[in-house]
């Protein structure tokens, strides 16, 4: 960058101001014909800018931030991390766990959600997690007999169950495979 500041050059920046605009333009509801009339830019060029192809001016930096309501420094800053996180369909991959198909999608502060999928006359009996350990179970495709092995439910898709973890628990599916939304929660 020379003295004057007339372009973003580093790459870094451009990814986090072509995240941005997009984030914000998509959170505004705008289009890219309709914050080009509001910019007075082609939509050519925020698209390049949106996918960190273009080199913006100080002035352009200034018009997008005018038509988002926004300051420049926002417009160019990080979001705090930690915030948002996003598992796409498309990059998920089911791994074992406890015997199942399971899909962690987060662990974080004593709590897991994962996706699990159970084959068709599958039954998995699952050892007791740490006493205090609690599951809930929402049935995407079933049905599914899942919780306490001594006290186990039938479940259909769309309902939801929650039951002590901390004893042998079980998850079955019918003659059919079955698909659910598992939250564990382990005490402190």
């Given at each position: 960058?020379?003295?004057?500041?007339?372009?973003?050059?580093?790459?870094?920046?451009?990814?986090?101001?072509?995240?941005?605009?997009?984030?914000?333009?998509?959170?505004?509801?705008?289009?890219?014909?309709?914050?080009?009339?509001?910019?007075?830019?082609?939509?050519?060029?925020?698209?390049?800018?949106?996918?960190?192809?273009?080199?913006?001016?100080?002035?352009?930096?200034?018009?997008?931030?005018?038509?988002?309501?926004?300051?420049?420094v926002e417009l160019l800053g990080e979001l705090p991390l930690g915030d948002v996180r996003v598992v796409r369909a498309a990059g998920a991959r089911f791994g074992q766990r406890d015997g199942l198909a399971h899909l962690l999608l987060e662990a974080a502060d004593g709590h897991e959600v994962a996706v699990i999928a159970l084959e068709a006359r599958q039954v998995q009996e699952v050892e007791p997690n740490p006493e205090g350990a609690r599951a809930s179970l929402y049935v995407l495709d079933g049905p599914v007999i899942a919780g306490p092995v001594e006290r186990s439910t039938e479940l259909g898709t769309g309902d939801y169950m929650a039951f002590p973890a901390d004893v042998p628990h079980l998850y079955s599916a019918g003659r059919k495979a079955a698909r659910a939304l598992l939250l564990t929660w382990m005490p402190d």
């Amino acid at each position: 960058m020379n003295d004057s500041f007339p372009m973003i050059a580093d790459r870094e920046v451009q990814d986090v101001l072509a995240a941005n605009l997009r984030r914000l333009r998509i959170a505004r509801h705008l289009s890219l014909s309709e914050l080009a009339r509001a910019t007075a830019m082609s939509k050519a060029t925020l698209s390049g800018i949106e996918n960190g192809r273009a080199n913006p001016t100080v002035e352009t930096l200034a018009a997008l931030a005018s038509a988002l309501r926004i300051s420049v420094v926002e417009l160019l800053g990080e979001l705090p991390l930690g915030d948002v996180r996003v598992v796409r369909a498309a990059g998920a991959r089911f791994g074992q766990r406890d015997g199942l198909a399971h899909l962690l999608l987060e662990a974080a502060d004593g709590h897991e959600v994962a996706v699990i999928a159970l084959e068709a006359r599958q039954v998995q009996e699952v050892e007791p997690n740490p006493e205090g350990a609690r599951a809930s179970l929402y049935v995407l495709d079933g049905p599914v007999i899942a919780g306490p092995v001594e006290r186990s439910t039938e479940l259909g898709t769309g309902d939801y169950m929650a039951f002590p973890a901390d004893v042998p628990h079980l998850y079955s599916a019918g003659r059919k495979a079955a698909r659910a939304l598992l939250l564990t929660w382990m005490p402190d």
